[in-house]
């Protein structure tokens, strides 16, 4: 909070007796000033609810009376329901009740509801209102125009509130925010204490005194203040969040415990809370809590890495192997190589028997044993104190050395470690420096460094490792590699000719020169290496992708004959044939890849790239069905797959079958929450014409978020939905130029349509047709949106549809009425047989082609048509009138005039030519 962000909104039983209506003989009923007087009643004994009732039957007694929904929304006020009080309090002014009464309470609902605008249209110079009153509305003005940005307007009341004659507090409040507008927060917070020393217990004066000290980072002073006004105001639960969150940055757990569960008796299935009760049950080493209470969070929305992690961590600490590899499952294929969480979830598939899981797992910890000692020595030491001695010997058995150090390290690291900024990095850098001589703690606060992005500190502790192991290639590759991230190649050229000189023929270190060369843009040169390589170790699968990677744009068809060849002597290397599928994938030739994908076994077994580029390819390739079997199959086995289910909603999508795709996520977001299938939850409602839940959702994202293309169109969608053509049209525009495709055009062109701009719409079609001109129903559009000012043209578009689909029945329809529009009767006649043969119930392609026997002079021809259809249900006026005038040319008369009479006419204009035809022939 800085600046001028220093106020914008920061965070997250009477005694009287009842008569019962349906009685017969009942009571009489209560007068308004009875009714009153049981309400306040009621409230003398703390029984709120009976009093709104009470409040609510005066209301309907007397809905015009202004006392009742005065108290009503003044009690409203007391109880947090501020939307309620803005609702009543509103009423009552509008009926009369005083202004001097009502304006103060409906300044603090508004405050508190972020009604700035509603806020600022108060009457803070209202002649009933006191200077009291005065000063305390204008300052809940003062900070809507802060909160608004409208700052000029915010120092001209201020100017003016100045001036009034009164000792209140807010007059005090007033005078310090002339300091915060000039951002001297030290004139500021003098002031502001001052101020509590006068009104210890206000609470705008103590949100004022928090901020400020927020602002200057002054956060133990802000907890002190928070603390003051929470226990004043405890069903504040806005800022009750807010201490909390204080009290959890100052890691005051133990302090934020009581606030936690207060606020969990009144919502105990918030996700937030339960996560922050979770952590405190870890820190206290209440892990069978910690874990139940993680799991809730997951369950409602807090679906985090970090909570997984945790939780991952508690299951492991109480034994629940099934449970910790069951929330470690879901992190690690994000969790970096050689992290904590990678060897927490091996242990627990080991402790399973689930051997092969585990051993997939621990590949990604690289070194040797020894290197991983501090992780394995933890694992091995809880197993032992919860007396399981043999499996405990495993864990033991893969470390050289054991030390507290290490074991810290694996009990507070995996605690507070995020894996989204490595939290853990405090307890890492402890770790090195009272272990300086481990080299895994070393290593793992190096890979931390870098995945953080501290490159510096990297780079630091690169060089100590160097200086420890001067004769070592390792570090001397991680120094290289950090400088190549910081984009100084030419010390990294260095590190790395130490490197070379020291082992030259070591395939990491050949590889590493490889990466050096890309990097400084010797394509060629890395090439040649990466080929040298190659011809040493022919099967290298590192090497054949980067090389590909650099002579993908040019084609690399020999090097893909190279890993067919090397498949060939090695068909069961599924990762050699899962790499040769991704380079036909990439070609363009997905047939090819799923026949190289097709002899690997679709179970637990097989790896989950095979999985996703399958699915991929099927979907590239357009084997909608196939693809949807795979999908299943996958899901089947990996319900929760992230990858399968945004797999499985694109085929719905392309399907068409919105209610599926979103009965399919929120089934998925029950038990996975995530922000990816949560947006296209909203893209299917929209898709779905259901604008409410779509806005709901697009409501929740960061405004970041909310600026992606794909994300605007859906805003776009629902903006058209809501009756806001014009408001959406830079949305789907902008949806549209990231991906011109079919859907965003037929949006935008309806767009410009409802939203009058007809002339946009026209022109931006003719330039999606001219640019697709496979995109049919676009052109079908286009040519529609012509018929009315370039006949010709329309005729024009329609022929070239037809060469794309020849049986488009709509087509061969239009078109035959422009041809018997303009006297072309045999062109257009054999179009509209081909229309009529395709449906012939159809009553307006029928009535083109009896208009066209009409002109021809063929009437009872017309009429047999129009027989086809004359029992169903004929909605158009004009068909139906076209029918009576071809009864009137063959002398049919008084079938005419009956069927006429039968119908009830809708429209002006067809009323006129009915009224013509009885004319000109006597009806």
């Known amino acids: 909070m800085i600046n001028n962000t220093f106020f914008k909104r920061t965070f997250v039983h009477a005694s009287m007796a009842v008569c019962l209506a349906t009685t017969l003989s009942g009571c009489s009923e209560s007068s308004l000033e009875e009714r009153l007087a049981a309400a306040e009643a009621y409230i003398a004994e703390n029984d709120s609810q009976a009093a709104i009732i009470e409040y609510k039957n005066a209301i309907q007694q007397a809905p015009e009376a202004p006392a009742p929904r005065f108290a009503l929304g003044k009690l409203y006020l007391q109880k947090g329901d501020y939307q309620g009080a803005e609702k009543e309090l509103n009423r009552a002014l509008e009926l009369g009740q005083p202004a001097a009464d009502v304006v103060p309470l409906l300044s603090q609902a508004y405050q508190q509801t972020g009604a700035e605008n509603a806020l600022l249209d108060l009457d803070h110079q209202s002649s009933d209102l006191t200077s009291v009153q005065k000063a305390e509305v204008g300052f809940y003005k003062l900070q809507a125009l802060v909160k608004l940005d409208k700052e000029n307007e915010a120092r001209e009341l201020l100017n003016e509130l100045r001036g009034l004659d009164t000792s209140s507090v807010y007059k005090g409040l007033i005078d310090s925010y002339a300091a915060i507008l000039n951002e001297d927060y030290d004139k500021a917070l003098t002031e502001t204490k001052a101020l509590r020393e006068q009104a210890p217990l206000n609470k705008d004066v103590l949100m004022q005194l928090a901020r400020l000290h927020l602002n200057m980072e002054q956060t133990e002073q802000a907890i002190e203040v928070y603390q003051t006004y929470v226990e004043r105001y405890p069903k504040d639960i806005d800022n009750r969040f807010a201490l909390i969150t204080l009290l959890f940055d100052m890691n005051r757990l133990s302090e934020a415990k009581p606030h936690v569960d ?19 049950a870890a820190s206290e080493e209440d892990f069978e809590s910690a874990l139940g209470l993680l799991e809730k969070a997951i369950q409602n929305g807090r679906n985090e890495p970090v909570v997984r992690l945790i939780a991952g961590y508690s299951a492991y600490q109480l034994a629940d192997y099934e449970a910790a590899s069951r929330h470690l499952s879901m992190v690690a294929s994000v969790l970096p190589d050689n992290h904590a969480g990678l060897r927490m979830y091996a242990d627990s ?60 390290l694996a009990k507070l690291g995996v605690l507070q470690l995020s894996l989204n900024d490595i939290e853990g990095l405090v307890n890492l850098e402890a770790a090195v420096e009272k272990a300086p001589d481990s080299n895994v703690t070393q290593r793992t606060l190096l890979t931390a460094y870098v995945a953080t992005g501290q490159l510096e500190n990297a780079r630091k502790l690169a060089k100590k490792w160097i200086e420890k192991e001067p004769d070592g290639v390792a570090p001397l590759l991680a120094m290289t590699e950090i400088l190549l991230l910081e984009k100084n190649t030419e010390q990294a050229k260095q590190y790395l000719d130490q490197a070379l000189a020291q082992e030259p023929v070591t395939s990491n270190v050949i590889m590493m020169k490889a990466r050096f060369e890309l990097a400084t843009e010797q394509a060629q040169q890395a090439e040649a290496t990466l080929q040298g390589l190659l011809n040493e170790e022919p099967a290298n699968l590192q090497a054949i992708s980067m090389l590909y990677s650099s002579k993908a744009e040019d084609g690399a068809p020999e090097l893909i004959k190279h890993v067919e060849e090397q498949l060939s002597n090695q068909p069961d290397n599924t990762n050699m044939r899962i790499l040769l599928a991704r380079m036909y994938f990439a070609e363009g030739n997905s047939e090819q890849a799923l026949a190289t994908l097709d002899s690997i076994s679709a179970d ?106 794909f994300i605007q169109g859906v805003t776009g969608r629902v903006l058209v939905i809501e009756g806001k053509p014009a408001e959406a049209i830079p949305y789907i525009q902008a949806a ?8 965003n055009a037929m949006l935008l062109a309806a767009a410009y349509g409802q939203a009058g701009q007809e002339a946009q719409a026209l022109a931006f079609l003719q330039q999606h047709a001219e640019q697709y001109p496979n995109d049919i129903r676009i052109q079908i559009l286009f040519a529609q949106q012509l018929i009315a000012d370039d006949t010709a043209k329309a005729m024009q578009v329609y022929e070239h549809i037809l060469t794309l689909m020849p049986e488009n029945v709509v087509v061969l329809n239009n078109l035959a009425y422009l041809h018997f529009q303009a006297g072309n009767l045999d062109k257009a006649q054999s179009l509209a047989e081909k229309a009529v043969k395709q449906q012939p119930k159809n009553p307006e392609i029928v009535d083109t082609l009896a208009q066209i026997e009409m002109s021809k002079g063929d009437t009872q021809a017309a009429l047999s048509l129009y027989e086809r259809i004359v029992n169903t249900e004929i909605r158009s006026d004009e068909v139906y009138l076209n029918y009576i005038e071809a009864l009137l ?35």
Do not use: C
């Not at 621990?362 to 394995?376: H, I, K, N, P, Y």
């Not at 919860?386 to 058995?397: L, P």
């Not at 399907?655 to 947006?679: G, I, T, W």
């Not at 939850?681 to 959702?697: D, G, L, S, T, V």
């Open 604 to 709: 637990k077994s097989s790896p989950m790239d095979m999985w996703n580029l399958k699915g991929q390819t099927l979907l590239k390739a357009n084997k909608l069905e196939a693809a949807r079997a795979h999908f299943e199959e996958w899901l089947e086995l990996y319900p929760q797959d992230k990858n399968a289910a945004l797999g499985m909603l694109l085929v719905m999508d392309v399907s068409n079958q919105y209610q599926d795709a979103l009965s399919f996520a929120e089934k998925f977001l029950a038990k996975r929450p995530d922000n990816q299938v949560k947006v296209l939850k909203a893209y299917f409602h929209a898709m779905n014409n259901e604008a409410e839940p779509a806005r709901a959702i697009l409501e929740t994202l960061p405004e970041e978020t909310r600026a992606l293309p």
């Open 262 to 280: 207060e606020l969990l008796k009144v919502n105990s299935e918030h996700g937030l809370l339960n996560q922050f009760k979770g952590i405190i």
């Open 349 to 408: 598939l080991l402790q399973q028997g689930e051997s092969a899981d585990a051993t997939e797992v621990l590949s990604r910890l690289t070194g040797d044993v020894s290197e991983d000692a501090a992780l394995f020595s933890k694992a091995g030491f809880q197993l032992l104190k919860e007396g399981n001695v043999v499996d405990a010997q495993k864990m033991i058995e893969r470390t050289s050395a054991i030390s507290s150090t290490s074991e810290d």
């Open 889 to 923: 040319v063959a002398d049919q008369t008084a079938l005419a005039k009956r069927r006429l009479e039968e119908r009830t006419l809708t429209t002006a204009r067809a009323r006129a030519k009915a009224d013509k035809l009885r004319a000109t022939y006597s009806l």
């Open 736 to 743: 549209y130029d990231e991906k011109n495709n079919e859907q």
